[in-house]
């Protein structure tokens, strides 16, 4: 006897667009893996007024020198001392992102798809300008290694951030002159290394005696005379292995500058959703290159997705100093090929190509970085009338649009964010026990 079931109608669950079956859809969304953003509260907030160009300029007049001697009496003359002045400058970027929904989309979608895609530039909004200010910090000559590593190169897994470590940065910051907010300086740590310093039998005892509840609820709150504060937006960086890409010399191509050349080549992960520099590989040479040839490079082929591939060329010094390896090409899909010659890639300089290589880590080592600073360590600037803002086009027949088919959504503005005092930082490199 035959008999009619569920599977017999949808066979593929309900699925396919040959079953009799609807869904039924919840009205409550899931909810997005929340990411916490705090760089920008920490920011010297700035308005660049309008009609005033795109460049905005901070001053600083450095202390007098004091006299080293007593004065002569009845000498009229004194050498007299000349007054300095250090500038900062920072020129503003905008930035734009654009949803573009049809208006079938907004009217037939179960769920309400202009507030959603609104909040969800709200979201980006918040995490660009986190990403942006990172990029800043990252860049400053303010970077200091756990255990008095020699570089980033040089970190083990053992070299994790702890209460000396903490004690090093905050006598380099008072030393430095670097003014606290309120009590204590500030630190913003990612959760691994957060849990290094929550580990420490010295957090623990300090908290068993003061503040019990900090220990059930993870929290880190005030220590070693810093508010330490955890975002899991922190990028890690991690070593691509000379095995996983290729670098092959060809003939075919034109190249500059004389034949039996050794040209230096760097590449870097980017993961897609938020752009940030992940994972780096060491420079590798490329030997021999003679004017009639090309350098070829074959990008890894895993992961397959979600990431991109950007490289950094050295210029005609011939070195792998990282401060020679310029950024040349972005955008490299995994398993592709670049192929470079002078036809279509010069020789970087800074002018041209003015981002440095980011420095390699180790083999088999995490890297996590710390930011630990004081007051008006840097600051978030804004263009007047540009601010970064959601922006909704109004639903309606318009003149490119006249039979009102799509609705454009779009986050837009102008922005830069610029370190004030690198004396004033320390960007705190480790390994992590978890």
């Given at each position: 006897?035959?008999?009619?079931?569920?599977s017999?109608?949808?066979?593929s669950?309900?699925?396919?667009?040959?079953?009799?079956?609807?869904?039924?859809?919840?009205?409550?969304?899931?909810?997005?893996?929340?990411?916490?953003?705090?760089?920008?509260q920490q920011?010297?907030?700035?308005q660049?007024?309008?009609?005033?160009?795109?460049?905005?300029q901070?001053?600083?007049?450095?202390?007098?020198?004091?006299?080293?001697?007593?004065?002569?009496?009845?000498d009229?003359?004194?050498?007299?001392?000349?007054?300095?002045?250090e500038?900062?400058?920072?020129i503003?970027?905008?930035?734009?992102?654009?949803?573009?929904?049809?208006?079938?989309?907004v009217?037939?979608i179960?769920?309400p798809?202009?507030?959603?895609?609104?909040?969800?530039?709200g979201?980006?909004?918040?995490?660009?300008?986190?990403?942006?200010?990172?990029k800043?910090?990252?860049?400053?000559?303010s970077?200091?290694?756990a255990?008095?590593?020699?570089?980033?190169?040089?970190?083990?897994?053992?070299?994790?951030v702890?209460?000396?470590?903490?004690?090093?940065?905050?006598?380099?910051?008072?030393?430095?002159?670097?003014?606290?907010?309120?009590?204590?300086?500030?630190?913003?740590?990612?959760?691994?290394?957060?849990?290094?310093?929550?580990?420490?039998?010295q957090?623990?005892?300090?908290?068993?005696?003061?503040d019990?509840t900090?220990?059930?609820?993870?929290?880190?709150?005030?220590w070693?005379?810093?508010r330490?504060?955890?975002?899991?937006f922190?990028?890690?960086?991690?070593?691509?292995?000379?095995?996983?890409?290729?670098?092959?010399?060809?003939?075919?191509?034109?190249?500059?500058?004389?034949?039996?050349?050794?040209?230096?080549?760097?590449?870097?992960?980017?993961e897609?959703?938020?752009?940030?520099e992940?994972?780096?590989?060491?420079?590798?040479?490329?030997?021999?290159?003679?004017?009639?040839?090309k350098?070829?490079?074959?990008f890894?082929?895993?992961?397959?997705?979600?990431?991109?591939?950007?490289?950094?060329?050295s210029?005609?010094d011939?070195?792998?100093?990282?401060?020679?390896?310029?950024?040349?090409?972005?955008?490299?899909?995994?398993?592709?090929?670049?192929?470079?010659t002078?036809?279509?890639?010069?020789f970087?300089t800074?002018a041209?190509?003015?981002?440095?290589?980011?420095?390699?880590?180790?083999?088999g080592?995490?890297?996590?970085?710390?930011?630990?600073?004081?007051?008006?360590?840097?600051?978030?600037?804004?263009?007047?009338?540009?601010?970064?803002?959601v922006?909704?086009?109004?639903?309606?027949?318009?003149?490119?649009?006249?039979?009102?088919?799509?609705?454009?959504?779009?986050?837009?503005?102008?922005?830069?964010?610029?370190?004030?005092?690198e004396?004033?930082?320390?960007?705190?490199?480790?390994?992590?026990?978890?």
């Open positions: 006897m035959a008999i009619t079931t569920f017999t109608l949808a066979p669950g309900g699925l396919a667009t040959t079953d009799d079956v609807v869904r039924y859809i919840r009205d409550e969304l899931l909810s997005l893996a929340e990411k916490n953003v705090v760089f920008a920011a010297l907030k700035v660049l007024p309008q009609h005033n160009s795109k460049t905005i901070f001053s600083r007049y450095p202390r007098l020198q004091l006299p080293r001697t007593p004065h002569t009496e009845g009229a003359s004194p050498t007299p001392q000349a007054l300095s002045v500038t900062v400058s920072a503003v970027d905008q930035w734009v992102m654009v949803v573009s929904l049809t208006d079938l989309s009217i037939t179960k769920h798809l202009v507030p959603i895609v609104t909040e969800r530039l979201l980006a909004k918040a995490e660009l300008v986190d990403r942006e200010i990172q800043v910090l990252l860049a400053a000559d970077a200091a290694f255990n008095d590593a020699a570089s980033r190169a040089a970190l083990t897994t053992s070299d994790t702890n209460s000396v470590e903490m004690r090093k940065v905050w006598r380099t910051l008072k030393r430095n002159g670097a003014r606290p907010v309120g009590m204590n300086f500030l630190s913003i740590v990612d959760p691994e290394v957060s849990q290094d310093i929550s580990a420490e039998d957090f623990h005892s300090a908290h068993e005696l003061k019990v900090a220990l059930y609820n993870n929290e880190i709150g005030e070693m005379g810093f330490v504060m955890v975002s899991n922190i990028p890690t960086h991690g070593l691509i292995a000379d095995a996983d890409w290729a670098i092959a010399v060809a003939g075919g191509g034109t190249w500059a500058g004389g034949d039996n050349k050794e040209v230096y080549f760097k590449i870097t992960r980017v897609s959703d938020f752009g940030f992940t994972d780096i590989s060491n420079a590798v040479v490329a030997t021999d290159v003679d004017n009639n040839e350098v070829t490079i074959t890894p082929s895993s992961p397959a997705s979600d990431v991109t591939y950007n490289v950094y060329m210029d005609t011939n070195t792998s100093t990282d401060g020679n390896l310029r950024l040349v090409s972005t955008g490299n899909e995994p398993a592709s090929a670049l192929i470079v002078t036809a279509n890639t010069t970087p800074s041209a190509f003015p981002t440095t290589a980011p420095a390699s880590p180790g083999t080592v995490t890297v996590h970085t710390s930011y630990l600073f004081g007051k008006e360590t840097y600051a978030m600037v804004d263009l007047a009338g540009d601010n970064l803002r922006l909704i086009t109004p639903s309606g027949p318009s003149k490119s649009d006249p039979a009102d088919l799509t609705r454009p959504l779009a986050l837009k503005g102008s922005f830069k964010a610029v370190v004030l005092n004396d004033y930082l320390v960007r705190l490199e480790s390994a992590s026990a978890f």
